[in-house]
């Protein structure tokens, strides 16, 4: 059996990487002149070759000549998602005092660095504060925001970039050009779309998609039966039961597609790109919703992003203004289900009852000592009258996080004194949310949790 593609145009070489010349420069330069630190952060989105560079710059500072499977003991990988702890990481230090065995330096490679524990950073920054001076530490993170500062500011961060369509298409056609795949540059240019600027992800599809060739040149529509691409007409119809509310079309060509293997962030982008080119203004709020499809639960998101139109339609001309301080959600009125209401944010002048406060100011002030909790707090909706700041979550899961005790007290620790707090869900968000019901039929029993701010279980 033949090697994998990706494996076997891997680069092994710094000179081979290629999309990176931002990083790889400033790295062949420092061995060049022996300026080499003790420690480097590597930080960008998966598939972008951050593993794999780290691997070839181990090899080239200490002069090993390179193989994929070759096997060093002064290059040490470790994968800190299996390896989360303190006691890791103080195993790993106390051999840092071993001297190199066959080079100059001995290398630590810590993938997936963000998911060690508080306890493990603080021991690994100890080393990092005075390190041996035979040992460089190499830590790639797809989330850099997780790494503490204390550790960032004592690397060389270099930021890995996902590759752009012209380059990767220039890739693929180099490959298949060796590897004899007849394919046209239009099945390629799905196949760099698909991939996502992911050298392995790109080319581990054309592998899959080169045992389909049996002597034929592979078209788009080869590679689109292959890996469940949508069809042009298929987005423009769900386009098109979007614009219609027909809740039905749309769940029955979402389900078709999602069976087929077709990836919701994708499909996303491509409806994305298919409204910026041809834009509608009855496409706006889908297009306003559709970059949120990433992340957890993006099949969800998609079918929200789809079914809210079909919501808001129902709900309109349908709008009662509720009096300040007045609102009392955790006791529903009754015949909410069929009404939205709506809460006025304090105006300039109302906000002049208290010349003290300032929603912005004690937005940022909030935002030094707990930035989750400010960012919740920027997308509420808020009153502040005769003493009394009442703030209005739109989940529950946030109302719940704002209300436990460590970020209540950390909400008073910010206003003027006496003034008192309420923390209330929107009672927009009381409303029976018909959106989550539609899911439900579709995906099973969906329910909001509390717990971890995981939104469907």
């Known amino acids: 059996m033949g090697k994998a593609l990706y494996r076997k145009y891997r680069p092994t070489k710094l000179e081979d990487v290629i999309g990176q010349e931002q990083v790889i420069k400033p790295l062949a330069s420092s061995i060049k002149t022996g300026n080499v630190s003790h420690a480097y952060l590597f930080t960008g989105p998966r598939g972008c070759g951050k593993t794999s560079v780290a691997r070839i710059f181990a090899h080239e500072v200490n002069n090993f000549p390179y193989e994929i499977e070759d096997k060093y003991t002064d290059i040490i990988e470790i994968d800190a998602a299996s390896n989360t702890g303190v006691d890791n990481i103080r195993e790993l230090i106390e051999k840092t005092i071993i001297a190199p065995a066959e080079g100059k330096y001995k290398v630590y490679i810590i993938d997936e660095v963000h998911m060690l524990s508080k306890s493990a950073f603080n021991a690994l920054l100890k080393t990092l504060e005075e390190p041996p001076k035979h040992v460089i530490f190499i830590m790639a993170t797809t989330d850099a925001y997780k790494v503490p500062i204390t550790i960032t500011s004592r690397s060389q961060v270099f930021n890995f970039q996902l590759a752009t369509p012209d380059i990767m298409l220039g890739h693929l056609q180099k490959i298949a050009k060796a590897e004899k795949i007849q394919i046209t540059d239009e099945a390629l240019n799905i196949i760099v779309g698909r991939g996502g600027g992911s050298f392995r992800d790109s080319i581990s599809l054309l592998d899959q998609v080169s045992t389909i060739q049996s ?9 689109r039966s292959v890996l469940g691409v949508p069809e042009e007409e298929d987005i423009a119809s769900l386009l098109d039961a ?3 509310k027909d809740f039905a079309k749309i769940t029955d060509i979402l389900q078709t597609l999602l069976n087929n ?28 919703k559709l970059p949120e499809v990433k992340d957890s639960f993006p099949e969800a998101k998609l079918l929200l992003a789809f079914l809210s139109n079909i919501n808001d339609g129902k709900k309109q001309n349908a709008t009662i203004a509720v009096p300040k301080n007045t609102i009392k959600p955790k006791s529903t009125p009754t015949p909410v289900a069929e009404v939205e209401t709506k809460i006025e944010p304090t105006s300039p002048e109302q906000a002049k009852t208290s010349a003290d406060f300032s ?17 919740i707090l920027k997308k509420c909706q808020y009153n502040y009258a005769d003493n009394m700041l009442s703030i209005y979550p739109n989940r529950k899961i946030e109302q719940s996080i704002l209300q436990s005790k460590n970020n209540e007290s950390i909400i008073k620790k910010h206003l003027p004194d ?10 927009k968000s009381i409303i029976k949310d018909e959106s989550v019901s539609k899911i439900s039929d579709i995906m099973g029993d969906i329910e ?10």
Do not use: C
């Open 448 to 457: 909001e949790v509390k717990s971890d701010g995981v939104p469907f279980k």
């Open 242 to 244: 979007y614009k219609s």
């Open 418 to 427: 006496g003034t008192r707090v309420e923390i209330s869900l929107n009672p």
């Open 261 to 288: 293997g077709e990836k919701p962030e994708l499909l996303a982008e491509n409806i994305i790109k298919k409204i910026v080119s041809q834009p509608e203004s009855a496409l706006m709020p889908l297009l306003a």
């Open 215 to 223: 002597g034929k040149v592979i078209t788009d529509a080869d590679v």
């Open 359 to 375: 929603w912005e100011d004690f937005v940022e002030k909030v935002h030094k000592d707990a930035p989750s909790v400010s960012l």
